[in-house]
């Protein structure tokens, strides 16, 4: 290999000036943007000692708060991963009129603003809506209750788990599905034995995602809340609440607690694509040439 | 297993239509299905095998009109073109797969003697535990083989069972298949577009184009009958010179050749590279030559009769003429067909 000359970069493109501005670029923006309101966070939440950061947490309506947050992620999640399941199986494995449309629809709650979808949830729950007085005739509550911040929280994360499932689903196509079927194997033991084990990295990302988003939704729950203290404000709204009554160390310590699940559901993912990263191949390495020991001679 | 397909239809808004194909495959025996990429061949094998179904036409196995036996209980053995393996079960999971999931209840210890039956079968006894992606495609080939086989199927299907090999691995494996078929005697289907592998390995060969069978028969029979000039242009290198048919005979330039039975008109005349020499007097169509090419074992002639038709032939490597030389092209075997 010949040597280069000085000032000469090793490869097109890979000048050093032009790499350490960009990496330069990346990290300021990184440290600003992520890693010092993160700090900001835990420093403020001990900031009275942790005497008071306890109490805070200890709060009734703290408590209540964050029960409330785990009960709506406990039903949202679940929910929405069967969704998302069923809806990835049904686009990627089924060919049907509106498959384009459906894929689309899915994809909504991303664009549109969380806001808006409490406003819509207002309009055909709310008393003044669709199904307002058929609803209280029957004495269900849906608004400012617990269904209304689900359903909500709901449709905010609803494309979290067919979006990741999507992509992978189509490359694998249905090869795998139909060589289970042909060696005889029922529909459910197909989706156990082989859909599902070789999605569920991506399943679990979905659901990871879905997860921290359902328990961090503001603007649709705090529409169809009503934002009633000890009763219906989930961890997010009560954080907001707290910072209103000027109580800053208190707001932080149950932002920290939001932002500590956080850190928690990544190092899970993390650490449970690790355990498995040794066995299983991404199904995308194995759909391609074949790249891997010469062929020994029958 | 006899497998009887009764003009059997498939329709599709794309292009890999099956327009009424009827055919007999004997117990035993070893069918390709010829064709070009769209011709329905991987249709028809997908409808046999239950994974789609025909629209019209009944397809039997024996005397059992299997036409609507959904694939799990059809019981025929599949292996799919880029092989279908579980990735995430070992070779030997793989191939147990089929025993695991059966209505027939086996004990752990039978399958795991089947597998080690099988993985002999295949060759690959000490793989038993690695991954599909650790590997090699020809090995996957084989473990895909043994996992189909591993059900007891009454017929093997196989999907352009070596497209995605390197040539060498692909006639090792053609000529291993073929002893695996003769050993186990399994009545096997299988698609191909490579007409050479179905010359290779079949008993019979079904060509299709358009969805319809254009011809069948032995290897011997298509090579030396082909039934029209699609045929002899699919399964080799083919010249074909345009001719005008009077009277029984297919006039080029100025040469008849014979035409028995072919209504007069337009016509064309089909044939082999390695069917023509290149004189420098006497008879044969005038041509001059436009090229040589020079290949290890022989050289590829190029050249241009008078009334502008390109010719390639095929000539020892001592052929001593070169471009612009003045000579005849005497044709063996012409094959005289009605223009298309």
Same mark, same amino acid.
């Given at each position: 290999?010949?040597?280069?000359?000085?000032?000469?970069p090793?490869?097109?493109?890979?000048?050093p000036?032009?790499?350490?501005?960009?990496?330069t670029?990346?990290?300021?923006?990184?440290?600003?943007?992520?890693?010092?309101?993160l700090?900001?966070?835990g420093?403020?939440?001990? /900031?009275?000692?942790?005497?008071?950061?306890?109490?805070?947490?200890a709060?009734p309506?703290?408590?209540?708060?964050?029960? !409330?947050?785990?009960?709506?992620?406990?039903?949202?999640?679940?929910?929405?991963?069967?969704?998302?399941?069923?809806a990835?199986?049904?686009?990627?494995?089924?060919?049907?009129?509106?498959?384009?449309?459906?894929?689309?629809?899915?994809?909504?709650?991303?664009?549109?603003?969380?806001?808006?979808?409490?406003?819509?949830?207002l309009?055909?729950?709310?008393?003044?809506?669709?199904?307002g007085?058929? !609803?209280?005739?029957?004495?269900?509550?849906?608004?400012?209750?617990?269904?209304?911040?689900?359903?909500?929280s709901?449709?905010?994360?609803?494309?979290?788990?067919?979006?990741?499932?999507?992509?992978?689903?189509?490359?694998? &196509?249905?090869?795998?599905?139909?060589?289970a079927?042909? $060696? &005889?194997?029922?529909?459910?033991?197909?989706?156990?034995? *082989?859909?599902?084990?070789?999605?569920?990295?991506?399943?679990?990302?979905?659901?990871? $995602?879905?997860?921290?988003?359902?328990?961090?939704e503001?603007?649709?729950?705090?529409?169809?809340?009503?934002?009633?203290?000890?009763?219906?404000?989930?961890l997010?709204?009560?954080?907001?609440?707290?910072?209103?009554?000027?109580?800053?160390?208190?707001?932080f310590?149950?932002?920290?607690?939001?932002?500590?699940?956080?850190?928690?559901?990544l190092?899970?993912?993390?650490?449970?694509?690790r355990?498995?990263?040794?066995?299983?191949?991404?199904p995308?390495?194995?759909?391609?040439?074949?790249?891997?020991t010469?062929?020994?001679?029958? | 297993?006899?497998?009887?397909?009764?003009?059997?239809?498939?329709?599709?808004?794309?292009?890999?239509?099956v327009h009424?194909?009827?055919?007999?495959?004997?117990?035993?025996?070893?069918?390709?299905?010829?064709?070009p990429?769209?011709?329905?061949?991987?249709?028809?094998?997908?409808?046999?095998?239950?994974?789609?179904?025909?629209?019209?036409?009944?397809?039997?196995?024996?005397?059992?009109?299997?036409?609507?036996?959904?694939?799990?209980e059809?019981?025929?053995g599949?292996?799919?073109?880029h092989?279908?393996?579980?990735?995430?079960?070992?070779?030997?999971?793989?191939?147990?797969?089929?025993?695991?999931? /059966?209505?027939?209840?086996? #004990?752990?210890?039978?399958?795991a003697? @089947?597998?080690?039956?099988?993985? %002999?079968?295949?060759?690959l006894?000490?793989?038993? %535990?690695?991954?599909?992606?650790?590997?090699?495609?020809?090995?996957?080939q @084989?473990?895909?083989?043994?996992?189909a086989?591993?059900?007891?199927?009454? *017929?093997?299907?196989?999907?352009?069972p070596?497209g995605?090999?390197?040539?060498?691995?692909?006639r090792?494996?053609?000529?291993?298949?073929?002893?695996?078929?003769?050993?186990?005697?399994?009545?096997? $289907?299988?698609?191909t577009?490579?007409q050479?592998?179905?010359?290779d390995?079949?008993d019979?060969?079904?060509?299709?184009?358009?969805?319809?069978?254009?011809q069948?028969g032995?290897?011997?029979?298509v090579?030396?009958s082909?039934?029209?000039?699609?045929?002899?242009?699919?399964?080799?290198?083919?010249n074909?010179?345009?001719?005008?048919?009077r009277?029984?005979?297919?006039?080029?330039?100025?040469?008849a050749?014979?035409?028995?039975?072919?209504?007069?008109?337009?016509?064309?005349?089909?044939?082999?590279?390695?069917d023509?020499?290149?004189?420098e007097? &006497?008879?044969?169509?005038?041509? #001059?030559i436009?090229?040589?090419?020079?290949?290890?074992?022989?050289?590829?002639?190029?050249?241009?009769t008078?009334?502008?038709?390109?010719?390639?032939?095929d000539?020892?490597?001592e052929?001593?003429?070169? @471009?612009?030389?003045?000579?005849?092209?005497?044709?063996?075997r012409?094959?005289?067909?009605?223009?298309?």
């Amino acid at each position: 290999m010949a040597h280069h000359g000085k000032g000469k970069p090793p490869r097109v493109g890979d000048h050093p000036l032009f790499r350490r501005a960009l990496l330069t670029f990346v990290l300021v923006l990184v440290g600003l943007m992520i890693v010092a309101p993160l700090v900001v966070i835990g420093v403020e939440a001990f /900031s009275k000692g942790v005497a008071y950061f306890g109490a805070s947490i200890a709060d009734p309506d703290t408590r209540h708060a964050i029960m !409330l947050t785990v009960i709506t992620a406990l039903i949202a999640v679940p929910v929405n991963t069967a969704f998302g399941v069923a809806a990835a199986w049904a686009i990627t494995k089924h060919d049907f009129p509106g498959k384009r449309l459906l894929t689309v629809i899915i994809e909504i709650p991303f664009s549109v603003s969380p806001i808006v979808a409490g406003v819509a949830y207002l309009f055909v729950f709310g008393l003044q809506g669709l199904f307002g007085h058929a !609803l209280q005739a029957m004495e269900i509550k849906i608004l400012f209750a617990l269904p209304g911040i689900v359903l909500a929280s709901m449709f905010v994360t609803a494309p979290f788990v067919a979006r990741e499932l999507i992509p992978l689903m189509q490359a694998q &196509g249905r090869d795998l599905e139909e060589a289970a079927t042909s $060696l &005889g194997a029922s529909g459910w033991r197909t989706f156990f034995s *082989v859909t599902l084990p070789n999605i569920k990295w991506a399943l679990l990302y979905g659901v990871v $995602l879905c997860n921290s988003r359902v328990m961090g939704e503001f603007g649709a729950v705090s529409v169809v809340s009503g934002n009633i203290r000890g009763q219906t404000n989930t961890l997010p709204l009560h954080i907001e609440l707290l910072y209103h009554d000027y109580n800053a160390a208190g707001s932080f310590a149950a932002a920290s607690i939001l932002a500590g699940l956080a850190i928690v559901t990544l190092v899970v993912k993390v650490a449970l694509e690790r355990q498995g990263a040794g066995r299983i191949q991404r199904p995308s390495a194995l759909a391609g040439a074949d790249t891997v020991t010469p062929e020994v001679k029958p | 297993m006899k497998i009887r397909l009764d003009n059997v239809v498939k329709e599709f808004e794309t292009f890999r239509a099956v327009h009424g194909v009827s055919l007999d495959i004997d117990s035993g025996e070893l069918v390709a299905l010829l064709g070009p990429s769209g011709s329905g061949k991987t249709t028809i094998l997908r409808m046999v095998a239950g994974l789609e179904y025909a629209d019209a036409g009944a397809i039997y196995f024996g005397d059992e009109n299997a036409t609507d036996i959904p694939v799990r209980e059809r019981g025929v053995g599949f292996v799919f073109q880029h092989y279908a393996l579980f990735p995430h079960m070992t070779v030997g999971e793989n191939i147990a797969f089929g025993m695991k999931v /059966s209505k027939i209840k086996r #004990s752990p210890q039978a399958i795991a003697a @089947r597998v080690k039956e099988l993985l %002999d079968l295949v060759q690959l006894s000490g793989l038993k %535990d690695r991954f599909p992606g650790q590997i090699s495609g020809g090995q996957r080939q @084989r473990v895909a083989l043994a996992r189909a086989l591993a059900v007891d199927p009454r *017929v093997l299907l196989l999907d352009e069972p070596f497209g995605a090999l390197d040539a060498n691995v692909r006639r090792d494996l053609r000529r291993w298949l073929r002893k695996i078929h003769d050993e186990l005697g399994i009545t096997t $289907l299988f698609v191909t577009h490579d007409q050479e592998e179905a010359l290779d390995l079949a008993d019979r060969v079904v060509i299709l184009n358009k969805g319809k069978i254009v011809q069948e028969g032995t290897p011997e029979t298509v090579c030396r009958s082909p039934a029209d000039a699609f045929v002899m242009n699919f399964l080799g290198d083919a010249n074909r010179l345009e001719a005008e048919i009077r009277g029984g005979k297919a006039h080029v330039d100025g040469i008849a050749f014979e035409a028995d039975g072919i209504a007069d008109g337009s016509g064309q005349i089909l044939f082999r590279p390695a069917d023509v020499t290149w004189r420098e007097d &006497g008879q044969g169509i005038a041509a #001059s030559i436009v090229r040589v090419i020079d290949r290890p074992d022989s050289r590829r002639v190029l050249a241009m009769t008078r009334s502008g038709q390109a010719v390639e032939f095929d000539t020892a490597p001592e052929f001593p003429h070169r @471009r612009g030389d003045a000579g005849f092209l005497d044709i063996r075997r012409p094959r005289v067909y009605a223009a298309a």
